[in-house]
């Protein structure tokens, strides 16, 4: 059968070719398979499907294959992340409630740790933020709490809570940004970094999803490597 060779084909073909290189070398063999398979594929719009899923196949395996070379797991890491961003809500919420109660000595302390954080500017803004603002920041503590403790026993809901938890977390931030106090008491490279992590945060969450889920679209026809 010959196929004509529109560009979402050639895309593929080319995209398959380039996935060659991400496999590990005990799944050399999928390669030419999975090009074996693209033949076989009328719809364009389906080669191209096929040619991404293999890129995640691809993906998928390099990461499980890094598993066994004596590095962090990805669960070791997202422990740890977790932890990180635990500590980073503990510390805003309680960063709030010692400049609310007025412990300038502690709140000062903890905001040494920010650049650029002025304990007078930062006054007006703790005084100012509604208590729902403060009740979603405990929220965003809480799920991040019981994620690392779903995480640490291996339950599959500990991805659904950390999403949660970042996800109101993010949510908590962007309202920050609309109250003028904290503007004027963050710096915006402070800011910045705020904005990075969040980004950072979503590539583990991409980790996660690649290195948990079977992608099933390049996997099934390939588990006799024939069709």
């Known amino acids: 059968m010959t196929l004509q060779l529109t560009w979402r084909r050639r895309?593929?073909?080319?995209?398959?070719?380039?996935s060659a290189v991400l496999l590990p070398p005990h799944r050399a063999s999928w390669a030419c398979a999975m090009r074996m398979e693209l033949q076989h594929i009328d719809s364009d719009a389906e080669a191209l499907g096929w040619a991404l899923g293999s890129i995640r196949a691809g993906f998928a395996e390099r990461l499980r294959a890094l598993r066994t070379h004596n590095t962090p797991s990805l669960h070791s890491?997202?422990?740890?992340?977790?932890?990180?961003?635990?500590?980073?809500?503990?510390?805003?919420?309680?960063l709030v409630v010692a400049t609310r109660l007025r412990f300038q000595g502690l709140a000062s302390a903890m905001g040494r740790l920010i650049?650029?954080?002025?304990?007078?500017?930062?006054?007006?803004?703790?005084?100012?933020?509604?208590?729902?603002?403060?009740?979603?920041?405990?929220?965003?503590?809480?799920?991040?709490?019981?994620?690392?403790?779903?995480?640490?026993?291996?339950?599959?809901?500990a991805f659904l809570a950390f999403c949660s938890a970042v996800a109101l977390s993010l949510a908590?931030?962007?309202?920050?940004?609309?109250?003028?106090?904290?503007?004027?008491?963050?710096?915006?490279?402070h800011r910045w970094r705020v904005g990075i992590c969040f980004v950072m945060t979503a590539g583990v969450l991409s980790a996660l999803w690649f290195c948990s889920t079977t992608p099933k679209l390049s996997l099934q026809p390939l588990d006799g490597e024939q069709r």
Do not use: C, K
């Not at 895309?11 to 380039?18: K, N, P, S």
């Open 172 to 189: 908590a931030w962007l309202y920050q940004l609309e109250i003028p106090t904290y503007v004027q008491a963050i710096s915006s490279a």
């Open 11 to 18: 895309l593929a073909q080319t995209l398959l070719r380039r």
């Open 77 to 94: 890491l997202a422990v740890l992340w977790i932890g990180m961003l635990i500590a980073s809500s503990a510390f805003n919420v309680g």
């Open 115 to 157: 650049e650029g954080f002025h304990y007078d500017r930062f006054v007006p803004f703790a005084d100012a933020m509604p208590m729902g603002l403060f009740v979603l920041m405990a929220m965003v503590l809480v799920l991040f709490v019981v994620s690392l403790s779903l995480s640490l026993r291996r339950r599959p809901t």
